[in-house]
């Protein structure tokens, strides 16, 4: 079956409740009830509620950017999966290059939260991706691999239905330093390479494989037609309506 393409916005900690309700807005109605494409938005975690109104009824679906791998109880500051679902997510990303970078996130901390929030019925975009330094010493595919099995240790037939990977190379996040075609296909084909080796075919050729790192609505048409490229996360280009929409387009194409 041919893998269906995701395009999602990650707001990070951007817009004011206004500015998250009129991007909403102008997202929904710009998809309108075309579905050929699944589109998600990925407000900060105040905004989950009123931007889940504003979705109501289209097929754009909500997203949050983190999640708790405690289920309830004295963790100050934490949301747990249930509260996710509760507030209309059917996303959830883990394992951001900002969580693991400048939060200190562990594979293990990620591996936790992914055990968690898949058992509880969100899907996941599990972020994965090296550094430059680790790029220049030729360390990609190594990275990569080590993140993705580190991630996925215990998983089962029933958890990989609904995971997503990521492949975010950190140098590309938020500098304008998209990664070219080759290099993103050459990861892509790395890391579906290494599930069919350690899962089987199965669970590699289903997975969906998204590209993040400065798409815009200007190169995401160069990326989105590669073979193991199955849709795009996108970060700074999600903040405005007109170029969100042009990428959801080029992934129709
Ligand atoms: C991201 O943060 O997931 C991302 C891809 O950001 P940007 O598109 O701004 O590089």
């Not at 975690?45 to 979705?55: G, K, M, S």
């Not at 009824?57 to 791998?69: D, K, R, T």
Request: proline share 4%.
């Amino acid at each position: 079956m041919p893998r269906q393409k995701l395009v999602a916005g990650n707001w990070k900690m951007n817009t004011t409740l206004a500015e998250a309700k009129t991007l909403a807005g102008a997202v929904v109605a710009g998809v309108g009830t075309d579905d050929r494409v699944a589109v998600a938005v990925c407000p900060p975690f105040p905004w989950l509620l009123p931007v889940a109104d504003v979705l109501k009824g289209s097929p754009v679906a909500l997203g949050a950017q983190n999640v708790s791998a405690e289920k309830k109880g004295a963790f100050t500051g934490e949301v747990s999966p249930a509260m996710l679902l509760e507030c209309g997510c059917r996303y959830v990303i883990i394992g951001h290059s900002e969580r693991r970078h400048i939060l200190g996130e562990s594979d293990a901390a990620i591996n936790h939260k992914v055990h968690s929030a898949l058992d509880e019925g969100l899907h996941v975009i599990l972020c994965i991706g090296e550094t430059l330094t680790e790029r220049e010493r030729n360390l990609t595919e190594r990275i990569v691999q080590r993140q993705v099995l580190a991630a996925c240790t215990g998983l089962t037939d029933h958890h990989w239905a609904r995971l997503t990977l990521a492949y975010e190379p950190v140098w590309a996040i938020g500098t304008g330093k998209v990664a070219t075609p080759d290099q993103a296909q050459e990861a892509h084909a790395a890391i579906r390479a290494t599930l069919r080796h350690f899962r089987g075919s199965a669970i590699a050729d289903a997975l969906p494989i998204l590209y993040g790192g400065s798409v815009t609505a200007d190169n995401a048409a160069g990326l989105l037609h590669l073979p193991d490229v199955d849709g795009v996360l996108v970060g700074g280009a999600s903040l405005k309506a007109d170029s969100f929409l042009g990428i959801v387009q080029a992934a129709k194409k």
